[in-house]
């Protein structure tokens, strides 16, 4: 695997992600956990009284990406709009707790912030409690929301657009972002969900996993190991529609999947014991966005975001990815060799 002059070793590799400035912009939110006891239930319902032990707000959505990105070593400048409220005002403190900036941060009295509470007791999740609109900007929000991202836009080297279809990003203000981008020859790499699939025209990379590919494009198809045909005709129709240099699918326990304009990679999963899958997508999206920024090989890219979104299923919960840890495996792999 060919990689650029300057990076022929993975620690340099590694020592590059720490130059990078990546701007993420989409729906950031709130993951807040209640864990407890339940002993019996209430006598005003038949349902589990919970006893509370522990409470804890962690940083969830677009906000996870920019904590993988940071973990990795880039600068994280993170863009979004969250509501003037108490659920906003704490995941301000979780960016200033967690070393990230706020000033890519619109404050709106029109909406609230998107806030998903677990209720947790013996280990087992009894409940979830949605606080969250859908709903797209207003045209004040989008233009406070365009400011930012302009500004941070002159710093950054790529750019992340995460899409949770909470209303942050538009089809209009996805178009607009993107021809900013493309004007300043800097990279775009997408995290897409249902609504604003077709939206992305012109994007450097785009990383569907096979069910928003199949929602997203209105195809049925096989897993790729039993229909590898009718997968990549579904891969193909994407690259037509949405024309983007780069296609990685996630393909869960069957790996990862690559396209470069005829160059096709797959790459099966690494078998490893799987505690838990959340938040494995936004560490693949967070390791594909600085290897795209580099410049390097697909190839290379699709290896190294394969692996980093296998470790993360190790760890118990959405955490981000561990730099050293990554390291090591890609070098125990032998992953430039």
């Given at each position: 695997m060919p990689v650029p002059a300057a990076l022929t070793t993975l620690p340099e590799l590694f020592n590059a992600f720490n130059q990078l400035r990546v701007l993420i912009v989409g729906d950031v939110m709130m993951d807040a956990y209640v864990w407890g006891k339940a002993t019996r239930l209430s006598p005003e319902?038949?349902?589990?009284?919970?006893?509370?032990?522990?409470?804890?707000?962690?940083?969830?959505?677009?906000?996870?990406?920019a904590l993988n990105v940071q973990a990795l070593?880039?600068?994280?400048?993170?863009?979004?709009?969250i509501g003037e409220d108490q659920g906003g005002n704490q995941l301000v403190d979780?960016?200033?707790?967690?070393?990230?900036?706020?000033?890519?941060?619109?404050?709106?009295?029109?909406?609230?912030?998107?806030?998903?509470?677990?209720?947790?007791?013996?280990?087992?999740?009894?409940?979830r409690i949605d606080?969250?609109?859908?709903?797209?900007?207003?045209?004040?929000?989008?233009?406070?929301?365009?400011?930012?991202?302009?500004m941070l836009l002159a710093q950054a080297d790529v750019v992340i657009f995460e899409d949770?279809?909470?209303?942050?990003?538009?089809?209009?203000?996805?178009?607009?972002?993107?021809?900013?981008?493309?004007?300043?020859?800097?990279?775009?790499?997408?995290?897409?969900?249902?609504?604003?699939?077709?939206?992305?025209?012109?994007?450097?990379?785009?990383?569907?996993?096979?069910?928003?590919?199949?929602?997203?494009?209105?195809?049925?198809?096989?897993?790729?190991?039993?229909d590898r045909t009718g997968f990549e005709a579904a891969v193909a129709r994407l690259r037509e529609v949405l024309t983007p240099e780069i296609v990685l699918v996630t393909l869960s326990e069957h790996g990862v999947f690559a396209q470069r304009q005829q160059e096709k990679t797959y790459l099966p999963a690494h078998l490893r014991s799987i505690s838990d899958v959340s938040g494995a997508g936004d560490t693949v999206?967070?390791?594909?966005?600085?290897?795209?920024?580099?410049?390097?090989?697909v190839a290379v890219m699709a290896a190294l975001a394969n692996l980093g979104g296998g470790l993360v299923c190790?760890?118990?919960?959405?955490?981000?990815?561990?730099?050293?840890?990554?390291?090591?495996?890609?070098?125990q792999v032998g992953l430039l060799k």
């Amino acid at each position: 695997m060919p990689v650029p002059a300057a990076l022929t070793t993975l620690p340099e590799l590694f020592n590059a992600f720490n130059q990078l400035r990546v701007l993420i912009v989409g729906d950031v939110m709130m993951d807040a956990y209640v864990w407890g006891k339940a002993t019996r239930l209430s006598p005003e319902a038949p349902v589990p009284v919970v006893n509370v032990s522990r409470m804890e707000n962690r940083l969830g959505g677009a906000a996870n990406v920019a904590l993988n990105v940071q973990a990795l070593g880039a600068t994280p400048l993170l863009c979004a709009v969250i509501g003037e409220d108490q659920g906003g005002n704490q995941l301000v403190d979780l960016l200033h707790s967690t070393g990230l900036s706020a000033e890519g941060i619109v404050r709106s009295s029109y909406r609230p912030t998107t806030v998903k509470q677990r209720i947790l007791a013996q280990g087992q999740q009894l409940l979830r409690i949605d606080s969250e609109v859908e709903t797209d900007l207003n045209a004040e929000e989008n233009k406070q929301l365009t400011t930012r991202y302009e500004m941070l836009l002159a710093q950054a080297d790529v750019v992340i657009f995460e899409d949770y279809d909470k209303g942050v990003l538009t089809e209009a203000g996805i178009h607009h972002f993107i021809a900013l981008a493309r004007q300043r020859g800097i990279p775009t790499v997408v995290d897409p969900k249902k609504k604003n699939f077709l939206a992305y025209q012109h994007c450097t990379l785009f990383k569907p996993n096979l069910k928003e590919l199949r929602e997203g494009l209105k195809l049925e198809f096989g897993e790729p190991d039993t229909d590898r045909t009718g997968f990549e005709a579904a891969v193909a129709r994407l690259r037509e529609v949405l024309t983007p240099e780069i296609v990685l699918v996630t393909l869960s326990e069957h790996g990862v999947f690559a396209q470069r304009q005829q160059e096709k990679t797959y790459l099966p999963a690494h078998l490893r014991s799987i505690s838990d899958v959340s938040g494995a997508g936004d560490t693949v999206i967070s390791i594909a966005a600085l290897c795209v920024a580099l410049g390097l090989p697909v190839a290379v890219m699709a290896a190294l975001a394969n692996l980093g979104g296998g470790l993360v299923c190790e760890q118990v919960g959405v955490v981000p990815i561990e730099k050293q840890l990554l390291l090591e495996e890609a070098q125990q792999v032998g992953l430039l060799k």
